[in-house]
C-alpha cells in the first residue's frame, strides 16, 4: 500500500463519478492507496463544486470522506500563504491555482509523499526550485511511482486497502 498520498480534486472526483473517463484509473489508485489521503481546503472546495455536477450528494459525498477519515485537509495556508503566494507567481504562465500551490507546498512538507493527480501541470512545477514532484498520474511521464502488484499487497494487507 502506498501511505501518506497527496490528493488533488480530479482523481477525487473521477473517483465519485462511475461516467469519468479516468474513473477506473482513480478506482484503481485508490486500492492501492492506504487512507488517509491528505489534502488541504482548496482542493476540497474544488471538489466539492465539481462534484455538484453529479447531481445530489456530490458535495456531500466528498464531506462524508473527510468525516469518515478517507481524507484529511491537514493543510494550513495561514501557516504557508507565503510560499503559496510565491509559487503562485513562480507559475503564473502556466497557471498554477490556489489548490495547485497548496498541495505543490505540501509536497514540499511532505518529501516522500506522490501527489494523485490528474492535471498536467504537476508534470511543469517544482518543489525547492527544482525537485521534480513524485506522481501518481495518467499519462504523465517522468518521477511516476512505479506501479505495485495490487493483488499481493491487498492478500498481504487486508485491513488496509482503501474501500471508500
Same mark, same amino acid.
Given at each position: ?7 488533488d480534486?480530479?482523481p477525487?472526483?473521477? !473517483? ?32 466539492? !463544486?465539481? %462534484?455538484?455536477?453529479?447531481?445530489? $450528494? ?22 504557508? *500563504? ?18 495547485? %500551490? ?20 504537476? *508534470? ?14 495518467? $499519462? ?13 499487497? %491487498?492478500? *498481504?494487507?487486508p ?6
Amino acid at each position: 500500500m502506498i501511505r501518506d498520498v497527496i490528493l488533488d480534486a480530479g482523481p477525487l472526483v473521477a !473517483f465519485m463519478n462511475d461516467r469519468d473517463r479516468d474513473h477506473r484509473w482513480a478506482r484503481e489508485q485508490w486500492d492501492r492507496i492506504e487512507s488517509p489521503l491528505l489534502t488541504c481546503e482548496a482542493v476540497v472546495v474544488e471538489a466539492c !463544486f465539481l %462534484a455538484r455536477r453529479l447531481g445530489r $450528494g456530490g458535495e456531500e459525498g466528498v464531506v462524508s470522506l473527510i468525516r469518515r477519515g478517507v481524507i484529511e485537509p491537514s493543510f494550513r495556508l495561514v501557516d504557508h *500563504a507565503e510560499a503559496v503566494l510565491r509559487l503562485m507567481s513562480k507559475y503564473r504562465d502556466v497557471p498554477m491555482s490556489l489548490a495547485d %500551490a497548496c498541495l505543490v507546498q505540501m509536497s514540499e512538507l511532505h518529501r516522500d509523499s506522490p501527489v494523485l493527480t490528474l492535471d498536467r501541470g504537476f *508534470a511543469i512545477y517544482r518543489r525547492k526550485r527544482r525537485q521534480p514532484i513524485p506522481l501518481l498520474s495518467p $499519462g504523465i511521464r517522468g518521477d511516476i511511482i512505479a506501479p505495485i502488484d495490487v493483488e499481493w499487497e %491487498a492478500e *498481504a494487507n487486508p485491513d488496509r486497502v482503501l474501500n471508500p
